[in-house]
């Protein structure tokens, strides 16, 4: 059954704290994995893509990784600010993760 | 460029009562999709449209029905309202392209429409 979930379900950090998020899929075939960022009330706007070549991807202050053997991603993110603040979406094709929420407190 | 936009942003229904959502963007993306999000679930596809003229059912397709009605617009309709369609409902477009001999789908969601149906 093709299915993206992901870990921990929430999570509360100190400002400027890093923290990583984990996504696990059996999704076949692979298609590109992709993680989005969905702040509370809006749609998700993409963080990263990452297709099946590729094992690591940043942008800013995200990095995501891809290990395709496992079929795991992560995503990190370094020195949190409070408007890291939001529900973290991994997915796969068409398959979406229930996310994770992190909160981000001073 | 506003992106995807979707109309209206809230709706309340009674149960039996039909209504379009409407979904448009101004990228030039040839797909377009239509999820719902509901509470401890993740998005799930209701339908999708590869190319204008063309739609698919996606994962949860039954009580709803769509019209790609030009590249810009792809409209979700509810033609009998139940209480198990209040949700969450997100459209999203895409242009996909290959990279490395990967397809890359991006794809970019408008704001939502809250929908409740009583």
């Known amino acids: 059954k093709n299915q993206v979930e992901q870990s921990p379900q929430s999570l509360i950090i100190l400002e400027g704290k890093n923290c990583t998020l984990q996504c696990n899929y059996t999704v076949s075939p692979f298609s590109n994995l992709r993680w989005y960022k969905q702040d509370t009330g809006r749609g998700p706007v993409s963080l990263t893509i990452m297709t099946f070549s590729e094992n690591t991807k940043s942008n800013g202050r995200y990095t995501a990784t891809l290990d395709a053997d496992t079929k795991q991603s992560s995503l990190h993110i370094t020195a949190s600010q409070l408007s890291d603040s939001a529900s973290y979406i991994c997915?796969?094709?068409?398959?979406f993760g229930t996310g994770t929420s992190l909160t981000v407190i001073p | 460029n506003a992106g995807v936009t979707q109309t209206p942003k809230f709706q309340v229904l009674k149960t039996g009562q039909s209504m379009t959502l409407q979904c448009a963007q101004d990228m030039n993306h040839n797909s377009m999709y239509w999820y719902r999000q509901d509470p401890g679930m993740g998005l799930r596809l209701i339908y999708y449209?590869?190319?204008?003229?063309?739609?698919d059912k996606g994962e949860v397709p039954n009580g709803y029905n769509v019209s790609r009605l030009n590249k810009r617009e792809f409209s979700l309709r509810l033609e009998s309202a139940a209480p198990s369609q209040t949700s969450v409902y997100f459209c999203a477009s895409s242009e996909p392209w290959t990279s490395s001999g990967s397809l890359v789908n991006e794809q970019f969601f408008g704001p939502g429409t809250r929908l409740t149906v009583l």
């Open positions: 449209s590869a190319s204008e003229g063309t739609t």
């Open positions: 997915t796969q094709q068409f398959y």
